[in-house]
């Protein structure tokens, strides 16, 4: 059974940094491709980057909303995603959720797998 | 970036009620289109891919159609565990982007 368990969440003051982990589990992730998505109290759903795996270059792309203040990383050793969060704004808060992406052929990739999602709060 | 417009906002039906949702996209994005179930403090789940799939282990009432920059999400017979928020999303290009939202809530 996949399992994606998001961590790290909490409250941080605007300006400051916070990391997120998502532990997975029940497939291979050193060969999956990773995002992650938030989603604002009562908003809708907002991709904010993702990294490939490292066998096709573990490269990163990031929304233009979070790049230079977002980085993403993994650790393969540890079956586990990272979401370091720098010089963090009243609106990054959120519900951060890691999900994996799946490619599908030629017909684009799908977010299959989600995890409960960790809330970052940012306020003074 | 790639705007995704769903109408309605919300839409109220009934158990047994046939439900369309559009999703527009503001360029062509050929068949690259998914769609999500969110139910309320839960994660979303994915229920179609490449615009038609249908994802493992979900109900056939579901189904999607459409190509280019307009699509549809159809629900065939509404269940009482379908009521919740649906979402599409175009994977053509990244920053992927999401419509805002569709409610659906019983009548």
């Known amino acids: 059974e996949v399992q994606l368990v998001e961590s790290g969440g909490g409250l941080v003051k605007p300006g400051g940094s916070l990391r997120l982990s998502c532990a997975a589990s029940?497939?291979?992730?050193?060969?999956?491709?990773m995002s992650w998505v938030r989603q604002a109290p009562g908003k809708g759903l907002e991709w904010i980057g993702r990294?490939?795996?490292?066998?096709?270059?573990?490269?990163?792309d990031y929304a233009a909303p979070v790049k230079g203040r977002f980085t993403i990383s993994r650790d393969d050793s540890k079956n586990t995603l990272y979401l370091q969060m720098n010089s963090l704004k009243t609106e990054d808060t959120a519900l951060y959720y890691c999900?994996?992406?799946?490619?599908?052929?030629?017909?684009?990739?799908?977010?299959?797998?989600w995890g409960q999602g960790t809330l970052v709060t940012v306020s003074s | 970036d790639i705007q995704m417009t769903q109408s309605p906002s919300s839409l109220s039906a009934s158990v047994g009620d046939r439900v369309t949702i559009t999703c527009r996209a503001s360029?062509?994005?050929?068949?690259?289109l998914n769609w999500y179930q969110q139910k309320a403090g839960k994660a979303p789940k994915l229920l179609i891919y490449?615009?038609?799939s249908l994802q493992s282990g979900v109900p056939s009432t579901f189904s999607g159609s459409g190509s280019g920059t307009d699509f549809t999400l159809t629900i065939s017979s509404l269940q009482p565990e379908d009521f919740a928020t649906y979402y599409c999303?175009?994977?053509?290009?990244?920053?992927?982007?999401f419509g805002q939202g569709t409610k659906l809530e019983i009548k």
């Open positions: 999900t994996t992406e799946r490619e599908r052929g030629f017909r684009g990739y799908s977010f299959d797998y």
């Open positions: 029940g497939f291979t992730f050193s060969k999956a491709w």
């Open positions: 990294i490939r795996s490292k066998s096709d270059g573990g490269t990163t």
């Open positions: 360029q062509s994005i050929s068949s690259y």
């Open positions: 490449a615009a038609s």
């Open positions: 999303q175009q994977s053509y290009s990244t920053p992927y982007t």
